[in-house]
């Protein structure tokens, strides 16, 4: 069977190996690779040459990460004092494991912390991987630097095995890929110039190095269990700290400095300020602005309060939001790839044609829509203060537009230390530093200076790409993935197959505007204003590249390439779909009694796969939701390719509308499906 490699140990990189070991039906079998000891360093035989015509009676899988642990986001070293998940207990893990049901009993009360800490979803997934065996296929320190495609069609990764001095270069060549590296792996970090005269920049860090930075010079412990950290760095204490940008990790930073002099203890911290650290917030005074942050509880539609993260976890909460790729009811004819055949193609919902198609319903979305924003507005208290209506979002004339990014309050003494004396918010952006490292000084582009900062935190999310180089350059766009539009493709650098693709899309997506522009609501802002960094991602089902599903190839997937408030959910049908596709189980083999409810790839033309990755990137660009999904509509997208019942609640038409999903609710859709199979 195929060697496989999982780039990421991840939400999705853990459960995408469990889901493929459990459907190849390794777990109780032997693999080339079970006689490695817990995170060993050293490479499987089977995956240091090529030999694809070795027989294997089970797979050989392998997991790689650059970090020195698992957990991806929520890796030991990216924990930070205050981290909290923004979903409460019950949202946030795989459905065969309650995360409430590792923890001692004095940390699992939902009313005590109601937000699960970055430390429990660490442990958690450490209990996790264990119960599913899969440290032995973990390789952490091991960071893909270049991936290329053989002759033979195997892949080949080039990996720097950062965990000695020096470091050490190892190949590894396997049949299937998963990138599972998510959208979080590569910092935005801004480019700031030195003022005249200036020779040092002051300490800048990305959001990404807070914990490593809290550690390095706070004492800060992650894990409750560990030894006081050692080579500690002591330095004058924080006097003015820096945060730049808007996005939810910025609330948290300025909470976390301005309130760390009265949460030593509870922060876990062994060194702080004696005196409140002043801290200025810097949002620029262009683009969406600060993100829009919900209250931590919220009332659900049959009236329960609830985790405000619970409270968008439903069918009529997805109906409602006018962020998501519309869903209109169609039903057309296709006719079958090299074939006389037609087959019916029933699309879309009709509860969303019914709503959305009258006007009645439309104004049903838009009155929802301003109470909402109205709520708050009210609740956050914009109007409170000319302080406090710095933060309200700039984009459109609503709090909630789709541009903004998002959040909850899970502080609860959030806004009592924003509006604090030491806190102070600007808009605008930095001009230039000034100044040295010792006493660095911020000019702004409004003409403002600060002065003595000690350190500055860019909040300024994430590059939206793959951070590994392809060979040859050509091969990123051929899989789908973005690239920065400043290195697009010309006949100098790529394949000539690249180039011949670019006015593919283009016409794709000039066809997929004219029919998104239809279902853009009359009141609605055209977002495709500022011009785009990147290339967009181009992945069928945001997993898999159009042109090699097209050609049969079965040895590529992508986790992880969307935006949304329940990613443990989408991770554990993504990785169903994802073993089901490198298995070759889309595929319309004669005489399968449930094939007609299934997906069937080769039935699907280039075209129309290239039609419904250009409708889901262009809803993107136009609506500013760019790589957001709305979790049950997607789910559902892919549950039924899989031939299995997306409706998972039961109780009837109301139940499966407004109660609320959670991972338990999908709870052994792989059993199921492997059942189906049979």
Known sequence: MARVVIVGAGLYGLIAAKTYLQVTGAYGATDCSDKTTLYAEHLPACFATSNQNATRSQPALLIVDSASGLGGTWTKERLYPNLLSQNSYGAFEYSDLP???????????????????????????????????????????????????????????????????????????????????????????????????????????????????????????????????????????????????????????????????????????????????????????????????????????????????????????????????????????????????????????????????????????????????????????????????????????????????????????????????????????????????????????????????????????????????????????????ARPLENTPDPNNVSNETCDMLPEWNDSDTIAEQKMRKHLHHDRTDYDVEKQSYTPYRLFRRMVAPSLVAEGDRSFVALGVLLTNQIAIVAEVQALWAAAFLTGKFENHPGHSNRTRLLSLNDCSLKDLQTSVSEDVVWGRLSGSNLFVDTLQYNDMLMRDLGLNPNRLGGGFWQELTAVYGPSAYAGIVEEWLEMQK
């Open 99 to 481: 995360l409430k049901s590792i923890l001692p009993a004095e940390q699992s009360g939902e009313k005590q912390n109601q937000f699960i800490t970055g430390a429990q979803i660490n442990q958690y997934f450490h209990v996790w991987s264990e119960k599913w065996d899969l440290q032995k296929h973990m390789r952490f320190n091991w960071k893909v630097t270049r991936v290329s495609r053989l002759p033979s069609k195997e892949w080949k990764l080039e990996i720097e095995v950062t965990s000695s001095i020096p470091s050490r270069s190892v190949t590894v060549i396997c049949d299937k890929l998963i990138l599972a590296t998510g959208l979080t792996s590569v910092p935005n970090m801004p480019v700031i110039p030195l003022a005249s005269g200036s020779i040092t920049t002051p300490t800048e860090i990305h959001a990404k190095e807070v914990g490593a930075y809290c550690c390095d010079r706070l004492g800060y412990r992650p894990l409750n269990k560990e030894a006081q950290p050692t080579g500690i760095r002591h330095r004058q204490p924080l006097r003015s700290v820096a945060v730049y940008g808007g996005a939810k990790s910025s609330f948290d930073f300025v909470h976390l400095f301005a309130s760390m002099h009265r949460h030593a203890q509870e922060f876990q911290l062994d060194h702080t300020p004696p005196e409140p650290v002043q801290v200025h917030w810097i949002i620029r005074d262009k683009g969406a602005g600060a993100a829009w942050i919900a209250p931590p509880e919220s009332r659900l539609y049959s009236g329960e309060v609830t985790a405000t993260d619970r409270t968008v976890s439903t069918r009529l909460s997805g109906l409602m939001n006018i962020c998501a790729h519309p869903m209109w009811k169609q039903i057309s004819l296709v006719r079958q790839p090299n074939s006389w055949k037609w087959n019916l193609r029933a699309e879309g919902s009709w509860l969303y044609s019914l709503l959305y198609g009258n006007p009645l319903g439309r104004l049903v979305i838009e009155r929802n829509r301003r109470w909402a924003d109205q709520g708050l507005s009210e609740y956050v208290g914009y109007a409170s203060s000319p302080k406090m209506m710095l933060l309200r979002p700039t984009s459109g004339y609503s709090t909630i537009e789709c541009t903004s990014p998002v959040g909850i309050a899970n502080h609860s003494d959030l806004w009592d230390t924003i509006q604090g004396s030491n806190v102070h918010i600007h808009r605008s952006s930095i001009a230039a530093y000034a100044g040295d490292e010792s006493n660095a000084t911020l000019r702004l582009a409004d003409g403002t200076e600060i002065l003595s900062i000690d350190l500055i935190i860019h909040a300024t999310g994430w590059k939206p790409v793959v951070p590994i180089e392809f060979e040859p350059p050509g091969l990123r766009m051929q899989l789908g993935l």
